[in-house]
Every structure is written in C-alpha cells, then in structure tokens.
C-alpha cells in the first residue's frame, strides 16, 4: 500500500488567510502519528504566513499525491471547495473535523468524512486529547514597561522592550505577559496583589525591566532576569543590589549573548537563589525604609 499511497496533509493551518491554533497542530501530530506507525510517508502543506519555511499549499503539484487528508476544524467555505478543485484527482478524506452542513459542498466534496462531530450523530473526542506526548517547557512571565519618562534622555525603554521581545521570540517557552497594574473593572488584570502573587509563583522565570517585576517575581521564589532600561542604571539596578540579585543586564550591554547567558544561569541556579531571598524577605531580617518610619514620626523630629 505504501508504494501507491502518497499523502498530502492539509487544514486551516494550510490556507493563507487562515490560522494555526495549537488544537489543530496538535490535531495534525495525531494525524502523523497513525501514519508513521503504518508506515505511510506524507507532506504537509502550511500556510506561508505561520511557517515560511514549505511546503506550502499554493505551491505544491497536486499531481504528485494521491491522497488529501484535511485535518481538523469546520468544513465550510470556498477554501475548502477550492481544495476538491484543485485535487480532484485525489482521494480526499477529511478527519477530525465538524460537519455544519452535511449537504454543503465544502462537505460532499471529500470521498470519506471522519468527523468529530455533525448532525445526528454522537461526537466523537477531538483529535488534540490522543496527540503525542509534548516536552516540558518552562513558563516565563513578561513584565516590561514603556512609560518611567522621567528619567528623560536616559531612557532606553523602547529599545529595550523591542530586543527583549524578539530574542523572547526566538526562545523555546511559553511566554505570558503580565502586567504589576492592578485594575478591578479590566477583567485581565489583577484585581489584588494577592491575585498577581498566585500567578507569579507558578512561573518558572520572569523576564521584566521593571522595579517591582523583579521584587515580586523574588517575593513568590522565581527567578528574574531584570533589565534595568535606564543608561547609566536607576532603580532597577539599585533594587537589585539591595536584594543581592545578579541576574541584572544594564541597558548598554543588552544583546542576546547576555541575556542567553543569564537565562541559563536563571535555569540552572536561580531558583535556589530566589528562593533564598523570597524566604528572607517572608522573614523580615532586611531593613527597609519602613523600619524609620515610626522614628520620622515622633514629634521633634524633622530628619
């Protein structure tokens, strides 16, 4: 069967204007799995606009397959009737996917449908719960600010935020942007400091060029690699040194060689460190301003 089948894998994640969720990737693993373990070789066509790198759907020879399986979401529309055009020579087999009209062209287009879920018939689970097994990775909360205009033509805050962002881009993690702004009317916000607290303690790292992004993420034990986003170093450098924590990148060494530096010393020694401090914050050994604050309040005293 193999020296006549050659498959070619397709979905919403194909289509230019379409989109790749991580259910249809996921999805699409699935997919792959079953056919690796028969041993049937196959392509898979993406969209340009989510992997640059092809094949990609508008360029391949639909006479090199015999076989088009779409993978997963909603069969409707001109794409997909576009699809039994293009490759009306080939068995074509939808999987995993919904029927919304079972008369639709979109729909009787494809010899076999295997769907997930259409009209009289009992659902069956989406393709994403039995993908294989995915590798860890950590999770890292992003804390980063454009505002602080009063340190004037030392900022370097947009600089910073754009060579942050994109060496981020480029790490294998999940990246979750947080903001230290609470808010009780946007639902996406934290309400309480308590609520931003339950999140930064699950993080495996947080990344921020903001003062307290780097206190609160050592308050809940997690590791910070801290820009300080002000030339010259402002408070962020300061707090740092009053917290003994060197994971601190001045805004005039920023580049990736020092931030990947950082970020595996952040993996491999960090937590323990962080944890130190947090636990010595909880303690309350370290002074702060606070601690002269009954002193200033006495009458007389004007220092």
Request: aromatic share 6%; net charge neutral; with cysteine.
């Amino acid at each position: 069967m193999a020296a006549r089948v050659r498959i070619l894998l397709t979905g919403w994640f194909g289509f230019l204007d379409g989109e790749a969720t991580a259910g249809d990737v996921l999805a699409l693993h699935r997919v792959q799995d079953v056919l690796r373990r028969a041993g049937l070789d196959h392509d898979v066509a993406w969209s340009p606009g989510f992997r640059p790198v092809g094949p990609h759907l508008a360029q391949v020879r639909p006479e090199d397959y015999s076989h088009l399986v779409f993978v997963c979401g909603p069969l409707h529309g001109p794409q997909i009737e576009e699809l039994h055009r293009r490759f009306a020579h080939c068995v074509r087999i939808a999987v995993g996917t919904s029927v919304l009209d079972a008369g639709g062209p979109a729909v009787t287009g494809f010899h076999r449908v295997l769907a997930r879920d259409a009209p009289d018939t009992e659902p069956t689970a989406d393709l994403a719960a039995r993908a294989p097994a995915l590798p860890a990775r950590p999770v890292v909360g992003v804390i980063l600010t454009h505002g602080q205009h009063e340190y004037g033509a030392r900022r370097r805050h947009e600089r910073v935020a754009e060579e942050v962002t994109r060496w981020l881009s480029g790490r294998d993690c999940a990246r979750l942007e947080l903001e230290t702004r609470l808010d009780v009317h946007d639902w996406r916000l934290s309400a309480t400091p308590a609520q931003l607290e339950a999140v930064l303690s699950r993080l495996d790292l947080v990344v921020t060029d903001r003062l307290h992004g780097m206190v609160l993420a050592l308050r809940a034990g997690v590791p910070a690699l801290a820009v300080d986003p002000v030339e010259g170093g402002a408070k962020v450098t300061a707090q740092a040194r009053a917290c003994g924590w060197p994971a601190l990148v001045p805004a005039e060494r920023l580049d990736a060689a020092v931030l990947d530096h950082w970020w595996g010393w952040c993996a491999a020694s960090g937590r323990d460190l962080a944890l130190r401090i947090g636990a010595g914050f909880r303690r309350g050994t370290e002074p702060d301003a606070a601690d002269g604050l009954l002193r200033a309040l006495a009458p007389g005293r004007a220092d």
